[in-house]
């Protein structure tokens, strides 16, 4: 089938990337941000495709070709920042595609990472050409250029990459689902390539255990109520799904579909 969307992890190979610092490579942050992009597109049924998904060498002429010839209508294309600032940036063409970087932007916002700017910008005494080559030279399809953040922000990007790259890579794939009209979910509707564990266990030794709704960030402030395993001996739950590491959806007698975090650490087994 052909794609609506091609992911591009900026750099790769012999081209590291300027957004990199002493904890992370960009070309490899990028990788990493675009791969599990990938999954989460081929398990919410977008037809999706990649430019890379090693660490690979691409020229700028190798990459946009992909991108032209691969009949995707959207391109993203995935960078970690350098210079200084701190927060997201998300560039489009001077030609269009400002709505979806707004779109872009926003559920960054939401993801609680702070936008420094959307914005376009031309070559220099140019006015009808792109000054990025990914905006300039991938033809009719729509580039929208993400930044992250800056992997040499004086404030917290550093951090936050680190910790919550994740977080942020899954409000673009929640941007571009609604901006497309596709259904956007947290669960898993059992996509090949992404591990699927069968059964969450809640030993009866713990009293309260909270659960949190689906569209927020499992974390203390945003729970919607508490399970309470040892009034049952201990619960025992289908996983649904897997948003991100140690946090599984499951089906709830009293809540409904919920988030629940059950890193090993808590008591909790999954088998
Ligand atoms: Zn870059």
Redesign the pocket.
């Given at each position: 089938m052909k794609p609506i969307l091609i992911i591009d992890p900026?750099?790769g190979g012999r081209d590291p990337?300027?957004?990199s610092n002493n904890q992370w490579i960009?070309k490899n942050m990028?990788l990493t941000i675009s791969l599990y992009q990938y999954e989460r597109y081929k398990q919410l049924g977008v037809p999706v495709a990649i430019t890379r998904k090693m660490d690979q060498t691409l020229s700028p002429d190798q990459r946009t070709k992909l991108v032209r010839e691969s009949g995707a209508r959207y391109c993203h294309s995935n960078?970690?920042n350098s210079g200084g600032g701190d927060g997201a940036e998300v560039i489009h063409s001077i030609f269009g595609g400002k709505e979806m970087a707004e779109k872009i932007a926003s559920e960054l916002r939401k993801a609680d990472q702070n936008v420094r700017r959307v914005f376009t910008r031309t070559l220099r005494g140019e006015t009808k050409r792109d000054y990025y080559f990914m905006n300039r030279e991938t033809g009719s399809v729509t580039t929208t250029i993400i930044e992250y953040g800056f992997a040499d922000s004086r404030q917290d990007d550093k951090r936050q990459l680190k910790e919550n790259w994740r977080k942020y890579a899954e409000a673009v794939v929640k941007a571009f689902c609604d901006f497309n009209d596709y259904t956007y979910d947290l669960e898993d509707h059992g996509g090949k390539n992404v591990e699927k564990p069968k059964k969450l266990h809640l030993p009866g030794t713990a009293k309260s255990w909270r659960v949190y709704p689906l569209k927020v960030a499992p974390v203390i402030g945003n729970e919607k109520g508490y399970l309470n395993p040892a009034k049952f001996s201990g619960l025992t739950y289908d996983i649904l799904g897997s948003p991100q590491s140690n946090v599984y959806v499951i089906q709830t007698r009293d809540f409904g579909k919920v988030q629940i975090y059950a890193h090993p650490n808590t008591g909790a087994t999954i088998r």
């Open positions: 900026g750099h990337g300027g957004g960009e990028n960078h970690i």
